[in-house]
């Protein structure tokens, strides 16, 4: 479903990036982990589509994608509800939603956990409540492919594990391919996942248990 063949991405003479190699198969849960400045938000930004590489090519086999980035800079923009910047991630949004659109929006915040704020300000929310209705966003529309980069830092930890639970679900059910930027997998992981460890170039790739290996050998994520 996606390919990176020798890609490289530099800022000046700073290379952020390079020669990476890789392929997501469609249903895979893929983590990407590494250091902090190692290149992780540079690659996700790459994918999609913020970024060019100066060198190397990315073919991706599908235009249903979901992405939450790593910063929201949310506050005092135009004042938005809830339900508006959700219904703003539907495929195709009219001016207002329909009774099922607004159904589905609240099944989606009831499953986040905040079903009491359909109605309300995206300025008044916390940020861990801003990123989980960002979270539905980008889950609303059934992408085909899922990308989440640092999707925890703001939620709450008693929430987070439910999180997870809840992406796997949808891997699950639907086949989404999901691919989750993370300094910390401690959550994170199931069966059949597949960990990238990235600093400026691919470092690792393989299964959890192969990482723990790696990670044993003196290589470390932040």
């Known amino acids: 479903m996606i390919e990176y063949k ?90 207002f939603p329909s009774k099922a659109e607004c159904d589905l929006i609240k099944s989606w915040l009831k499953k986040m956990e905040i079903e009491e704020l359909f109605d309300h300000s995206m300025n008044y ?19 085909e492919v899922l990308i989440l980069d640092e999707p925890t830092s703001a939620l709450d930890p008693s929430f987070r594990e439910k999180f997870y639970i809840l992406l796997h679900e949808i891997q699950q059910k639907n086949k989404t391919t999901i691919i989750h930027v993370t300094h910390d997998l401690t959550d994170a992981i199931k069966d059949n996942c597949t960990i990238m460890f990235v600093d400026q170039s691919i470092k690792f790739i393989g299964s959890y248990a192969d990482f723990n290996q790696f990670e044993h050998r003196g290589h470390h994520h932040a």
């Open 125 to 143: 929310l916390s940020g861990g409540q801003q990123q989980r209705v960002y979270l539905i966003r980008a889950l609303i529309s059934e992408p």
């Open 6 to 95: 020798n890609v490289s991405v530099s800022f000046g003479k700073f290379n952020v990036l390079s020669n990476v190699n890789f392929h997501i198969k469609k249903g895979d849960f893929f983590h990407i982990v590494g250091p902090n400045g190692s290149g992780k938000t540079t690659l996700i930004k790459t994918l999609v589509g913020l970024l060019k590489p100066n060198d190397g090519q990315i073919d991706i086999n599908t235009k249903k994608l979901g992405y939450l980035p790593q910063k929201l800079n949310l506050r005092n923009l135009i004042p938005m509800t809830v339900q508006e910047v959700i219904y703003s991630g539907f495929e195709k949004p009219k001016l």
